[in-house]
């Protein structure tokens, strides 16, 4: 089992591009949470899919945006990049369900230039 | 809304010295709190969880109550090893870690051989 696993590891983007960050959760796993995690900082919660839908989001602008595929795999999307968007970008998979536990892949570093 | 207070780092303690991480809370109901350990360049593991109150999480020798008199979940482990240095993340969710998590800022820990 090859647990969460998130692409690319690395990525550095200019102000005002876009960017593609991708997972893959756990074997089993059915939920797709995604984190912003800023250096020093604990991770903030951006949103959450579950049957291609959202299902919570976090206080995040609606530059942030999602997708999540039937394979359960799951993309976010950033417009409109800002400096202030540099952050490891967390991915969590889970199966619906009370009280389950949530597996985190490594992260994307992304860095806006 | 909920939220997660630790206590700041970095902490640093000789090997087989006694670890102590205070955290508090602030949440409506009943939420399950969790600790999270971030190794360098990886994502965050489970360390250990508690659902309700007077819980004991436990895992590798560390262990944590939840105290819900107290609103607190303190992180303690008896003899520290080199290998425990890492950051710890207390953090709480309504329905459990698949849902949306609230995390503390963390806390760096040093343990010198």
């Known amino acids: 089992d090859a647990g969460v696993t998130q692409s690319p590891t690395h990525l550095i983007k200019t102000r005002g591009q876009q960017v593609t960050l991708r997972c893959s959760p756990k074997?089993?796993?059915?939920?797709v949470s995604w984190y912003q995690q800023a250096l020093g900082q604990g991770p903030q919660f951006i949103f959450q899919?579950?049957?291609?839908?959202?299902?919570q989001r976090g206080n995040f602008p609606d530059r942030f945006s999602g997708h999540q595929f039937p394979n359960y795999s799951s993309e976010l999307n950033v417009n409109a990049l800002l400096l202030g968007d540099s952050a490891l970008y967390l991915c969590?998979?889970?199966?619906?369900?009370?009280?389950?536990?949530?597996?985190f892949g490594q992260g994307t570093r992304l860095t806006v230039v | 809304g909920n939220s997660v207070t630790q206590m700041e780092g970095p902490v640093t303690l000789s090997e087989e010295a006694f670890l102590t991480i205070n955290c508090t809370y602030t949440?409506?109901?009943?939420?399950?709190l969790f600790w999270y350990v971030q190794y360098p360049g990886e994502g965050l593991q489970l360390l250990l969880k508690?659902?309700?109150?007077?819980d004991k999480g436990s895992n590798k020798g560390f262990e944590a109550t939840y105290r819900k008199e107290t609103t607190s979940f303190h992180l303690e482990k008896g003899s520290v090893q080199v290998s425990d240095s890492a950051v710890y993340f207390c953090?709480?969710?309504?329905?459990?870690?698949?849902?949306?998590?609230?995390f503390g800022a963390g806390t760096r820990l040093f343990v010198k051989a």
């Open positions: 508690a659902t309700k109150a007077d």
């Open positions: 949440a409506t109901g009943y939420p399950s």
């Open positions: 969590a998979s889970s199966w619906d369900g009370v009280n389950t536990e949530a597996f």
């Open positions: 953090a709480l969710s309504d329905r459990g870690g698949g849902f949306k998590t609230i």
């Open positions: 074997s089993g796993h059915d939920t």
């Open positions: 899919y579950y049957e291609e839908e959202e299902r």
